[in-house]
């Protein structure tokens, strides 16, 4: 969905280039187009490389509870854990966790867990500059819009794509993609955590597939980052799941939901110690 409104938002801008180049003579118009499209392809590319790159943990838990499948209490990471990462390594990913955790919270209307939660990601995300999107009026809009689903998504997702764009900004697209598969991760597991009630629901096993996809996009956008010593050891700790995933095929068995249950937890464990 945000790659199709990045492709809108150009073309609108082509369209306004091409009226303006109307105006003037055709020589000086061609000139001015070639210019014009060189600039716009830099803004595309400007455009998406600050958009958050893969769905949302919002937009995942959401399809969890269009199932209503319950909430699972206990089942996130400890908001009072936040004060153990002190790595850019940890603290990057569970920015991306507790990002999951929110959602989760947000979307099943644990208002108690919501404040907790934003609080945990403010006391991780000083360094980056961040605290200042996770503030009280970003709980506010959550608080009005707690019986909106559609809205909820739409307020944690762009909170989502601000977060991303200012590491990105601050050139620190290494640490974004820790944040990435560190929500990634937290996603699935809450996913994966109500497989034994929600494997037989129309539905649950699209979910899983199509996080297999965000999965593989998020290992080709990491990989051109390989060189950092940060982003390759998330690569080497997503390993177990990459072993499963390339053994699936398009349908799944409650063999195959459960083996990769447990190749989840084994690294969710990991990043959240």
């Keep these: 969905m945000k790659k199709i409104f990045t492709k809108i938002l150009v073309a609108v801008m082509i369209l306004t280039v091409a009226g303006t180049s109307a105006c003037k003579n055709r020589g000086e118009a061609r000139k001015q187009k070639e210019i014009n499209m060189v600039e716009l392809e830099a803004l595309e590319q400007q455009i998406e490389e600050n958009v958050y790159p893969l769905p949302t943990s919002a937009e995942v838990i959401k399809q969890l509870t269009d199932m209503d499948l319950g909430y699972i209490l206990g089942a996130t990471n400890p908001p009072e854990n936040s004060g153990n990462y002190v790595e850019s390594y940890n603290r990057s990913i569970n920015i991306g966790v507790y990002g ?159 083996t990769l249950k447990r190749a989840v937890n084994t690294v969710r464990a990991e990043l959240v110690k």
């Design 100 to 258: 999951a955790d929110l959602s989760y919270a947000t979307l099943y209307n644990m208002q108690q867990d919501v404040i907790d939660y934003m609080a945990a990601i403010r006391t991780l995300a000083l360094e980056q500059n961040l605290s200042k999107i996770y503030d009280e009026s970003l709980y506010d809009e959550i608080k009005l819009n707690f019986d909106d689903r559609d809205a909820l998504v739409t307020i944690l997702t762009d909170a989502f794509d601000r977060t991303y764009s200012i590491m990105v900004d601050a050139g620190q697209a290494n640490l974004a993609l820790l944040m990435v598969g560190g929500a990634w991760v937290e996603g699935m597991y809450l996913t994966l955590a109500v497989s034994e009630s929600g494997a037989h629901l129309s539905g649950f096993e699209s979910v899983i597939l199509e996080q297999k996809k965000s999965f593989e996009l998020f290992e080709e956008l990491a990989s051109t980052y390989s060189d950092d010593p940060l982003v390759a050891r998330i690569l080497a700790a997503v390993q177990p799941v990459r072993e499963i995933y390339n053994g699936l095929g398009t349908s799944l068995t409650m063999e195959d939901i459960e």
